[in-house]
């Protein structure tokens, strides 16, 4: 009896497996569809201007990834109604692979974008990118570079924890 009873729910927790993993493919199409609409330009209903680039998106895939677009676009600021929606101070490339990331939850982190992809993410409060930088920034680490990388990251609290001994 009791070997049926674990026979369940190992059957149980495969079928769950399993389940989740129907799931994650299912919305990993949906978003691929999204994806590739936004590259096409279908049905997008905000631009972003960055410099003189302009970035096509969706509002709600944004406001999915970002609490930042989130406000933007859910409450009564004047960019709520606008189509096209200006990003000062931000680096189109960066701003470009926060978008793709808000569609494909894939970004490459380097040394050559990790610091302007740590602070737009952390501008436009995208948390997984901030995790992902202070993770890549955790594994660069060491006694010869910790005084330049904690002064380059001051103003960020996650990135302090990075530097205590």
Do not use: W
Not at 17 to 36: H, I, P, S, T, Y
Not at 74 to 85: D, I
Not at 107 to 130: G, R, T, W
Request: glycine content about 4%.
């Amino acid at each position: 009896m009791a070997a049926s009873g674990v026979e369940k729910s190992s059957k149980k927790k495969t079928e769950k497996k399993l389940a989740a993993r129907e799931e994650a493919k299912l919305l990993a199409g949906f978003m691929g569809v999204m994806n590739n609409m936004r590259k096409q330009k279908t049905l997008c209903d905000v631009i972003l201007m960055v410099q003189e680039r302009k970035i096509p998106a969706h509002r709600v895939v944004l406001a999915a990834a970002s609490h930042f677009f989130n406000l933007m676009f859910t409450t009564n600021m004047l960019e709520s109604k606008s189509f096209e929606v200006e990003l000062k101070d931000a680096e189109p490339d960066i701003i470009e692979q926060l978008v793709e990331f808000a569609y494909t939850a894939r970004i490459s982190v380097n040394s050559n974008n990790v610091q302007s992809l740590l602070d737009a993410a952390n501008q436009y409060q995208i948390e997984p990118v901030k995790k992902m930088c202070v993770d890549f920034l955790k594994e660069q680490v060491d006694a010869s570079n910790c005084l330049g990388e904690a002064k380059v990251d001051q103003s960020l609290p996650e990135c302090g924890m990075l530097f205590t001994v």
